[in-house]
């Protein structure tokens, strides 16, 4: 059995839409998504965003069960240009298994094998990500890959990281940080969204632009996901 985890259902769609005998299940209080890809059963975990959230579910999901192993997985922001919307990122720092197979496998994909960084929040300024990339020595960030690379080697379970960029310095999201996303009750808040884009309307061409860039970047990865998974 393979887990498989994204932080939201905004990252997870299109894949759980590759799934076959899909059926929903709960376990340790804990929603799952079960399915099975070329007859290999795959459970998906939605971690929530950010360390305290990640960590609760996710020891909760991996408690009692044996997994071959994990893939962590979703939305990565760049850190510099050289990314771009809708590259694979294999982050060689936080997988404990051998990358040379899976890039094989994705060999007909624009993927890269660095470091990605675990940040504490999203970052929504070019400045703010140059500099992170020249002291951390990462070309992307997330919010949860750090703690999940924690939890399963605790456990000995082999880590995959893969993540797709969904923007980069030159695209930003459409809004600042706090209005796209409000960490504490783990959802957009769409009175303080709707308010916004209402006063600053000139945004809206931005905001469905980054849909679109969301919708491209999710199908890549559901791609790249079901051409691993069936191999694992």
Excluded: W
């Amino acid at each position: 059995m393979i887990a498989v985890t994204f932080a939201l259902p905004a990252e997870s769609a299109q894949f759980l839409r590759c799934l076959t005998n899909k059926t929903c299940i709960e376990r340790n209080s804990v929603g799952i998504i079960r399915g099975e890809i070329d007859h290999r059963t795959i459970e998906v975990l939605h971690t929530g965003v950010g360390e305290k959230v990640c960590r609760q579910r996710l020891v909760r999901f991996l408690d009692d069960q044996e997994f071959a192993c994990s893939i962590s997985t979703g939305f990565a922001g760049a850190l510099n240009d050289d990314l771009q919307i809708g590259d694979l990122l294999l982050a060689e720092n936080f997988s404990t298994i051998d990358l040379s197979e899976t890039r094989a496998l994705l060999s007909g994909l624009p993927i890269h094998i660095a470091n990605l960084l675990t940040v504490p929040a999203l970052i929504d300024s070019r400045e703010k990500r140059n500099k992170l990339a020249l002291t951390s020595g990462a070309v992307a960030a997330d919010m949860e890959t750090q703690f999940i690379a924690r939890t399963c080697a605790a456990r000995g379970i082999p880590l995959l990281s893969l993540r797709v960029i969904s923007d980069t310095p030159r695209d930003l999201f459409p809004a600042s940080a706090d209005v796209l996303f409000d960490i504490e009750r783990q959802r957009t808040p769409m009175p303080k969204l709707a308010k916004y884009f209402l006063t600053h309307p000139n945004r809206i061409p931005h905001l469905i632009r980054f849909a679109r860039r969301i919708a491209f970047a999710r199908k890549v990865l559901a791609d790249a996901l079901v051409a691993v998974v069936g191999k694992r």
